[in-house]
């Protein structure tokens, strides 16, 4: 028998425990990660029982008669426990599709998990949103390093390591957030994009308290004088730098080939994967030629990372055919 639940407050501990022994969940699909910006979502996270056992969480949050797995996250679509098995899996997602329906929730839409997170093979829902006609409405370009088979940097990413170490820059991990955000994220974001780091300051320092083992904060110096930062997000299996960031003079310096160098093998050990993130634009129709470029001189290649819409009645047509 198959039971979804909707999360409430009482089942944190629960959620919790469940996505630390996952095979595709991340912290930040913890609650102590989510709920830092509770109050500007409407939350909806259900949790899917098989004979009482939970197998599955869907982070989510309901706007408009839509189904989020989750806007306000980089990522959501469903975590699995490590031991579901294929039909168990399938009937679990069914039994989501059924209850957004019932529910008067007119689309599901999820963002992937990257399959880089997954700690053990995790395609499952790849052959369920294909079973329910989901539409794939956007197809992001990431750049990743695979640690088992590392290219290096190119020669201008070289060149800039090269002038970091004339200048002898430092780089250590300090946990110096107010410095970084205050003096270099904020006012560089302002000025060459006009926008704002996704956290603030309070909102990064409260996350890094609470999970100290998968926030860190690097920082690269020039003598005394904060040069260059990146605020980095560690799991199980990759290493995600969440923001980077150098002052005006950072090519100059070499302050940013610095940082990454630095983090790439600093955080290495035990991973697969190094995270450079998304280099796509406009819902993936458009990608960001110079990042491009920067990222693959690091040795970084591509995977893709898609967004999802499923129209909810399609869970009366959504069967499995097993001989």
């Known amino acids: 028998m198959i039971e979804v639940v909707r999360y409430d407050t009482t089942r944190t501990s629960e959620w919790d425990a469940f996505v630390s022994k996952s095979k595709n969940g991340t912290f930040i699909l913890c609650r102590g990660f989510m709920d830092y910006h509770k109050d500007r979502f409407s939350d909806h996270s259900l949790m899917i029982y098989y004979n009482d056992k939970l197998l599955a969480v869907v982070p989510a949050h309901e706007q408009n008669q839509i189904l989020y797995a989750h806007q306000g996250l980089t990522y959501g679509g469903v975590v699995w426990h490590k031991k579901v098995k294929f039909v168990q899996a399938f009937e679990c997602f069914k039994a989501v599709l059924f209850y957004a329906h019932r529910h008067d929730f007119v689309r599901l839409n999820l963002k992937e998990i990257p399959r880089i997170y997954a700690q053990l093979p995790c395609d499952e829902l790849d052959y369920f949103l294909a079973l329910a006609q989901a539409k794939c409405i956007k197809k992001d370009v990431a750049l990743v390093i695979d640690y088992d088979h590392v290219l290096g940097f190119e020669k201008n990413r070289r060149e800039g390591l090269n002038k970091a170490r004339r200048h002898e820059l430092k780089v250590v991990c300090d946990d110096n957030f107010e410095a970084f955000w205050n003096t270099i994220l904020i006012p560089e974001l302002s000025q060459k994009h006009k926008a704002k780091p996704v956290h603030s300051l309070e909102e990064i320092k409260l996350l890094a308290s609470r ?62 994967y190094f995270d450079f993130n998304t280099s796509s634009e406009n819902h993936g129709t458009l990608l960001n030629s110079g990042l491009l470029f920067w990222k693959e001189s690091c040795g970084a290649r591509c995977i893709t990372v898609n967004q999802y819409e499923i129209e909810t009645k399609n869970h009366k047509n959504t069967n499995l055919n097993l001989r």
Request: proline share 6%.
């Open 211 to 272: 999970f100290p083992d998968n926030i860190k904060q690097v920082s690269v110096y020039n003598g005394d004088k904060l040069v260059a930062g990146t605020t980095v997000f560690l799991t199980p299996t990759v290493v995600h730098p969440q923001y980077v960031m150098g002052d005006p003079d950072k090519n100059k310096l070499g302050s940013i080939d610095l940082a990454y160098d630095f983090i790439i093998k600093e955080f290495a050990s035990g991973r697969r």
